[in-house]
């Protein structure tokens, strides 16, 4: 597959398994896992140019681990608007996290905290690089705010990493941001 083929897939398996699962018929249950073969698929009903190993790979080569595999199963590392229950498992998580986002939402974050907003959870970003990439969503000119995410540990919030470099929360509190 061409690169932007690759990522119309990776984007129509994020939006389906984040989003909107009911709207192509798929039940994700409460860990956020669906059937691999009926997400495969949907995948190959929308895009005719695409087929189950065309779909793996694209699974399997995600820059940024956004699926999950587990036998039979598929869901998404991280992103969820829809409720899911993911496990907080046991990867390590540094000492200092970073995100990225627009200059307009530094006000309101520094007061309030870091939100989930749409999603179900805060996404936080390993290095200063990731979260500018990450905030380059939001705005040309984007904003990395440093987060104490040991303070944040060692007070008991959990920080779960996801994929490849995300780090998820529930809320992050503006005593443990700065601006970097
Ligand atoms: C902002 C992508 C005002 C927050 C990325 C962000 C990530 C507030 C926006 C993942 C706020 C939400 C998630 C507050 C938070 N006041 N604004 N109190 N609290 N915000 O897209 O973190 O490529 O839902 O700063 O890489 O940008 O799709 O979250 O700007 O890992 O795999 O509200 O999605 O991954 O925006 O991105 P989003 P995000 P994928």
Do not use: C
Request: glycine share 6%.
């Amino acid at each position: 597959l061409s690169s932007r083929r690759r990522t119309r897939v990776s984007k129509f398996l994020s939006g389906a398994l984040r989003h909107f699962p009911e709207d192509v018929g798929l039940d994700l249950d409460a860990a956020g896992w669906a059937n691999r073969s009926t997400v495969v698929s949907r995948a190959t009903e929308k895009y005719d140019w695409v087929d189950e190993t065309a779909v793996d790979a694209v699974v399997r080569t995600d820059p940024k681990g956004r699926f999950e595999v587990d036998d039979d199963r598929i869901r998404a590392a991280y992103g969820h608007s829809v409720p899911v229950d993911l496990e907080s498992g046991d990867r390590p998580v540094p000492a200092i996290l970073y995100h990225g986002t627009a200059p307009d939402n530094v006000p309101s974050i520094l007061d309030g905290g870091l939100r989930p907003m749409s999603r179900q959870h805060v996404h936080l970003s390993g290095s200063v690089k990731a979260a500018r990439e990450v905030g380059s969503r939001h705005a040309a000119d984007p904003v990395v705010l440093r987060v104490d995410a040991a303070a944040m540990v060692d007070d008991d919030n959990s920080i779960t990493k996801r994929g490849r470099d995300v780090y998820t929360t529930d809320h992050v509190p503006p005593s443990y941001l700065s601006r970097h």
